[in-house]
């Protein structure tokens, strides 16, 4: 359960001591890049938990998200049209749904646990 | 948890982290760096020096007034007092003061009148200027025109004539005192004054300046109203 959380936490230690860093102008795409996949992380766990999850759309999501969001910035810069925003305003609100679906899940499972305790008790 | 699954989401989440802290590494400010060669590094150092100068003998002359109070507590403490009192009155701008520094006249330029060009008034602006850089260089008590400059000078325009201190100064011929601390520095006063663009300034307004020569004895005349002060409150009995 706590392996993504180990694993988060790896890759930002690793990113931060090694300091590296990619040119400012491509600061955007990155920028993107980063939504795209949180949006994906947290659409695979809540995908997971709805037990539909699969591991091709999971992992193809994941690239393509990516790859999709740069592409939509890069034809934003060249054609002064700032596209981002799209990509921006579809992960974000998609992001906002998933978590809110996985805290429901959570909430749920909470409570049946609690009942189940509750009976045994009374049993 | 299927194993496979914590895996790949590992994996997954091991990716974002790396590229938030990339995106991190990237946007953070980089601490900004002192691009001063060894000279520039020299100037701000005698900056320093002059300022550390300039607060020492501050220090010093008020040791000397405390020393006074100390030596003095039994017979005359009021005679270091009213001395005290005396100096600040003459930093206020309440006494006459005397001391070397230049004058500086303000006259029209003959040769333009002549020629039909009309004379204007002395702007306030490019007389606060000038009252500004003679500050700059150190000069310690200005009068323009009879009125001396205290802090709460104001130089400004009233109904289209140039006032100091609230009273309109002669349209065309101005007579600025300027006293400084020494001799030195009233000749190196002059020297920049000379120098300054300011005679081309008021040559624009048909005017003339002519900086004179550093004095020996230059006289000042006091600060003729009293001082006015909004948020100081003078405290009544002991």
């Known amino acids: 359960m706590w392996l993504p959380f180990l694993g988060l936490i790896l ?32 659409g695979g766990i809540r995908a997971y938990l709805q037990q539909v999850y699969d591991d091709k759309v999971f992992i193809s999501g994941f690239f393509f998200n990516i790859v999709l969001a740069a592409g939509l910035a890069f034809l934003g810069v060249h054609l002064g049209v700032d596209l981002y925003l799209a990509a921006i305003f579809a992960f974000g609100v ?21 009942i189940k305790k509750s009976e045994k008790t009374i049993e | 948890m299927n194993m496979k699954v914590v895996t790949r989401i590992t994996i997954v989440s091991f990716i974002v982290g790396l590229m938030i802290a990339v995106q991190y590494n990237t946007v953070k400010e980089p601490s900004a760096r002192d691009t001063r060669d060894s000279w520039e590094l020299r ?16 220090i010093l002359a008020l040791n000397d007034v405390v ?20 100096h600040l009155k003459q930093e206020a701008g309440l006494l006459e003061v005397t001391g070397p520094g230049i004058t500086i006249t303000i006259s029209p330029a003959m040769e333009l009148v002549q020629s039909g060009f ?16 003679i500050n700059r260089f150190e000069g310690q008590f200005i009068e323009i025109d009879g009125q001396r400059v205290v802090h709460t000078t104001a130089i400004r325009d009233i109904n289209g004539s140039t006032t100091v ?12 005192k300027v006293i400084t601390d020494s001799y030195e520095k009233a000749e190196k006063l002059n020297n920049y004054l000379n120098i300054s663009s300011f005679r081309d300034a008021f040559y624009i307004d048909n005017l003339n300046l002519v900086i004179g020569k550093p004095e020996k004895s230059v006289t000042i005349a006091e600060y003729d109203r009293a001082l006015e002060n909004e948020f100081l409150i003078e405290q009544k009995g002991e």
């Open chain 1, 94 to 114: 998609r992001l906002f749904q998933n978590i809110a679906v996985i805290r429901r899940i959570l909430i749920q499972k909470w409570d049946e646990r609690h």
């Open chain 2, 67 to 86: 020393n006074k109070y100390k030596n003095n507590e039994t017979e005359n403490l009021g005679d270091v007092l009213s001395n005290t009192v005396e």
């Open chain 1, 11 to 42: 890759g930002l230690a690793l990113g931060l001591l090694t300091d590296i860093q990619i040119p400012s102008m491509y600061e955007n795409y990155l920028s993107i890049a980063v939504l795209a996949a949180l949006d994906t992380l947290f």
């Open chain 2, 118 to 133: 009309s004379i204007k008034p002395i702007s306030p602006e490019l007389l606060y200027r000038l009252v500004n850089e």
């Open chain 2, 165 to 176: 201190n609230g009273i309109p100064i002669s349209k065309s011929d101005v007579e600025i």
């Open chain 2, 43 to 58: 100037q701000a150092l005698s900056e320093e020096k002059k300022r550390h100068s300039q607060l020492l003998s501050e």
